[in-house]
C-alpha cells in the first residue's frame, strides 16, 4: 500500500487540519470579538472613557474656580488634583473604575466645600454647571453596555469549544468596568 493511499494517516491529517483551522480563525475571531469589546469601551465619543475624560475636564474646572476663591484652602483642590492625576495614568480598565471612584469622591468632598465659599455669581454658576455636567458622566456611564457586552463576551469564551481555543490561544477575559 502507498502513503498516499494509507486511509489512517489522511484522516489523522484532515483531523489535524480541521483542529489547526479551528484554533487559528476560531482564535482570531475571538481576538477580534475581545478587541471589539474594548473599542465599545475607548471609543471617543458615547463610552466610558469618553465620560471619564468628561468628568476629569469637569472636575479641572471646578477645581480651577474653588482654587481662585478667597479664603479657599488648597486641601480639597489637592485632593481632587491628586485623583484626576490618578484616572489619568491608569491604564487597566479595573484601575480606572478605581480611579473614577476616588475622583468621584474627592468631587463631592469639593462640592460641599466649593458651596460654602463666597463666589462670585458668576462662578458660582459655572461650578454648579460643571458638577451637574460631572454627575451626568456619571449617571451615563451606569447606564453604558460595556459591562453587558464585556460578560457576553466572557461567557462565550467560556463555552465549547471557545474555551479550549481560548486556553491554547491565551485569550483572557474582558476586563469589567467595575
Not at 74 to 95: C, F, G, H, Q
Amino acid at each position: 500500500m502507498k502513503f498516499t493511499e494509507n486511509r489512517p494517516i489522511a484522516c489523522a491529517a484532515l483531523a489535524l487540519v480541521v483542529a489547526g483551522t479551528l484554533v487559528i480563525g476560531g482564535g482570531n475571531a475571538l481576538i477580534d470579538q475581545k478587541k471589539d469589546v474594548q473599542a465599545a469601551f475607548s471609543a471617543p465619543s458615547e463610552s466610558i472613557s469618553a465620560e471619564l475624560k468628561e468628568m476629569a475636564d469637569n472636575a479641572v474646572v471646578m477645581n480651577s474656580i474653588v482654587a481662585n476663591a478667597e479664603g479657599a484652602e488648597s486641601e480639597k483642590t489637592d485632593a481632587v488634583s491628586a485623583a484626576i492625576d490618578a484616572l489619568n495614568r491608569a491604564e487597566t480598565i479595573p484601575d480606572r473604575y478605581d480611579a473614577a471612584q476616588a475622583l468621584n469622591a474627592a468631587v463631592e468632598d469639593l462640592y460641599s466645600y466649593g458651596s460654602n465659599l463666597k463666589l462670585s455669581e458668576t462662578d458660582a454658576g459655572d461650578f454648579r454647571y460643571k458638577y451637574k455636567n460631572f454627575s451626568s458622566a456619571l449617571l451615563r456611564i451606569s447606564h453604558d453596555s460595556y459591562n453587558e457586552q464585556a460578560a457576553a463576551f466572557n461567557e462565550e469564551k467560556r463555552g465549547f469549544p471557545a474555551g479550549l481555543i481560548s486556553a491554547v490561544r491565551g485569550i483572557g477575559d474582558a476586563a469589567l468596568y467595575e
